[in-house]
Each structure stands twice: as structure tokens, then as C-alpha cells.
């Protein structure tokens, strides 16, 4: 009885809190290090941040973004929020041209498999 009450009085030990003041000092420098890759990286802000929010700004056109970090501080980031079809995947000018002079005799299909040989997309 004394052996099962032993057992259950003894505190398994709990994993040591990992210590990031060090990291703090020169996060840059851990962030870019050689051997951490993306995962590693995802890890490291799981750990500092405790939770994102994001609010729009429309008259300014911009997000922010308040950070809230585990040890009790808050941050807050503005990026500038795209207009609608602003992006990096506009369908070039030349592309276009084509398409507009083949529409009226070949198919979607025609034009595309064109538009792949020209290594257009």
C-alpha cells in the first residue's frame, strides 16, 4: 500500500520553459542561421506570439495587424492593402493581344494550348 501511495505522491518532473532572452538579443541572426528552415521558424513564433489580430483601415487603404506576444507585450504592424486585382498574376499585355486576335477563330482551348507553347500562362 505504502509502495502504490509512493507512487502517486511523486511529481514527474515538468520540461524545463525554454529561455529566449539570449534569442531576443539577436533574433535576425537566429531567424537567418543556416540550419533553420521554415519549420523551425513557424516553431520559434508559435512560441513568442500568443495571438495575431487583424482590423482593415479603409479610408487609408491599410491592415493592421496587433500582435500580442506571450510575455504580455503588443505590437502593431500596417500593411498596405492591395486594391482589388492588384497583384503579381496580371495576365501580360502581349498574351492578351494574342487572345483578342484568335477569339474570333479558334477555340479556348486552341488559344490556350498556343499560349503554353509560347511559354505565355
Not at 521558424?41 to 495575431?52: G, Y
Not at 492593402?81 to 497583384?87: F, I, M, R
Amino acid at each position: 500500500c505504502e509502495a502504490r501511495l509512493s507512487e502517486v505522491q511523486r511529481v514527474e518532473p515538468v520540461d524545463a520553459v525554454p529561455d529566449f532572452t539570449g534569442l531576443a538579443q539577436d533574433l535576425e541572426a537566429t531567424w537567418n542561421a543556416p540550419g533553420v528552415d521554415m519549420r523551425c521558424r513557424q516553431q520559434l513564433l508559435r512560441a513568442l506570439i500568443k495571438d495575431i489580430v487583424a482590423d482593415v483601415d479603409d479610408d487609408a487603404r491599410d491592415v493592421i495587424l496587433t500582435i500580442h506576444w506571450h510575455g504580455g507585450q503588443h505590437s502593431q504592424v500596417r500593411v498596405r492593402k492591395p486594391k482589388s486585382g492588384e497583384h503579381g498574376q496580371r495576365t501580360p499585355e502581349e498574351a492578351l493581344a494574342i487572345m483578342r486576335s484568335m477569339a474570333t477563330r479558334w477555340s479556348d482551348a486552341e488559344i490556350a494550348a498556343t499560349l503554353n507553347r509560347m511559354g505565355m500562362q
